[in-house]
Structure formats: C-alpha cells, structure tokens
C-alpha cells in the first residue's frame, strides 16, 4: 500500500479568530515578558498581519504559549512552546530574562521550559513574517540567532522552514489536543525519510511508509541525501 504525504496550501484571505489585541508590536525585549493573565493585550503580531504569539487556553486553568495564524477559517496553531505540558494559573508567563534566557514559567515561578539561552548583550524576541520566533543579539553591528522556533517544529513546516537530521515532526493526538501524537516523520540513519507510528505506551512502534519490506532504491528513495535536509 502506499501512502502520500498532503501538502496543505492556506490561503491568506481568512476570518479572524482565536485572540484580537490591540498590541502590534512583533517584538518582545530583553527584562519584559507575555502574561497569561493579560492574554488578550499581550501578544505579539508579525509586521506582516499574519501570524500571533500569545498565550492561548487549551483546557480548564491550562495555557499554551503558541504562535498562530492570526486570521484563519479554524484554529491553525503553528508552533507550541512544551506542548505536553501546559502552564497551569493566570499568574504564568513567558519571560525574556536580563541574561537574555527565553523562560516559560508557571503560577508557582517553576519553569517549565526555556531556550537555555545566556547572552550580557541586547537580546530579541522577534515574530517574523514567516512565522518564525526568533530569539536574536546583535553585535558589532552584526545580528545573530540565538535560538529559533523553526529548528523545533510541532507538526507543521511553514514556508521556508526546513526539516533536518535534528528535528521531527510530531502529529498531534487530535484538533483539539495538541500534545504529541502517535505519528512520526523522520530523518532515518540510511538517509531516508520515513513515517512512524508509536503507540500510546511508546514501546511499540513500526515504519509504515516507505514500505518496510522494500529496499530503499525499490520505494525510489536515494541514500546518497547526506544532508538531511528536506
């Protein structure tokens, strides 16, 4: 049997949805952060208009951080900062630190999850047009990227991102759940992309596209794609 992987073109005329704020800034500064407590007022919003990045509610008193399309027929979560562990109370946040760490932090001040980023020098949070969150110091007149949110994507590739050997994409368990999911595509140590099913209990697993029972030349897939790079 053989399986086809469906590229979804959006398209740009859409309905507004999910969060309106009147921020429209697309950057957030070194020492300042995002509050779920004022999830409405802060996100951030690309110059171009179409994506935002904010906090969003994925279930009672449970929030994700997650950049979207801003203006969508449906919900369209494009990236989730710890998908499988939302920050629990109103008093969270997402702070950019003075040692220029991107820090996820609940009620209680725990983190959650961060960049392990450490730079003394100007740091940005920056949404660009792409949909890409890019963590960014510049020095000596030069810009550079500390950390970005295209190398970890959840189960979505936008427009110029890359899949790499150090990057999967994860299916979600649902539409409306977004933590990860039972489906698998990958960079395998012949240099072939495969799909991957992992059951819930994650010990039992099976490549189920290309065929397994072929050789990689019989499915038309090279080994030679030393890059990794799709």
Same mark, same amino acid.
């Given at each position: 049997?053989? $399986?086809?992987?469906? $590229? ?10 999910? =969060?309106?704020?009147? @921020?429209? @800034? ?8 995002? /509050?779920?407590?004022?999830?409405? @007022?802060?996100? *951030? ?6 994506? /935002? ?8 008193? #449970? ?8 203006? #969508?027929?449906? &919900?369209?979560?494009? !990236? ?13 946040? *997402? ?17 959650? !999850?961060?960049?392990? @980023? ?6 940005? *949070? ?20 500390? !950390?970005?949110?295209?190398?970890? &994507?959840?189960?979505? *590739? ?13 299916? /979600?368990?649902?539409?409306?759940? %977004?933590? /990860?999911? %039972? %489906? =698998? ?14 059951? &819930? ?6 490549? %189920?596209? &290309? ?20």
């Amino acid at each position: 049997m053989d $399986f086809q992987i469906q $590229f979804l073109l959006l398209p740009l005329l859409f309905q507004v949805f999910l =969060i309106s704020s009147s @921020t429209t @800034t697309d950057i957030l500064s070194q020492g300042s952060s995002l /509050s779920v407590k004022r999830a409405t @007022t802060d996100v *951030l919003v690309s110059r171009n208009g179409i994506f /935002s990045a904010g906090f969003i509610l994925v279930r009672e008193n #449970a929030f994700s951080f997650a950049v979207w399309f801003r203006i #969508a027929s449906d &919900p369209t979560i494009i !990236w989730m900062a710890n998908r499988d562990q939302p920050v629990n109370g109103r008093d969270s946040k *997402l702070s950019l630190t003075k040692t220029g760490n991107l820090v996820l932090l609940d009620a209680g001040r725990v983190a959650l !999850w961060s960049t392990g @980023t450490s730079n003394m020098s100007a740091v940005k *949070l920056q949404l660009e047009d792409t949909g890409n969150l890019v963590l960014r110091t510049s020095e000596l007149g030069r810009s550079f990227t500390l !950390w970005e949110s295209f190398k970890s &994507p959840m189960d979505i *590739l936008l427009h110029q991102q890359k899949l790499t050997m150090d990057a999967n994409l994860v299916s /979600s368990k649902s539409q409306t759940n %977004y933590s /990860s999911g %039972y %489906y =698998i595509l990958f960079w395998d140590d012949d240099n072939v992309l495969r799909l991957l099913f992992q059951g &819930p209990d994650r010990q039992t697993s099976s490549v %189920y596209w &290309p065929s397994p029972w072929r050789r990689p030349f019989e499915n038309g897939r090279s080994t030679y794609n030393n890059s990794k790079i799709l």
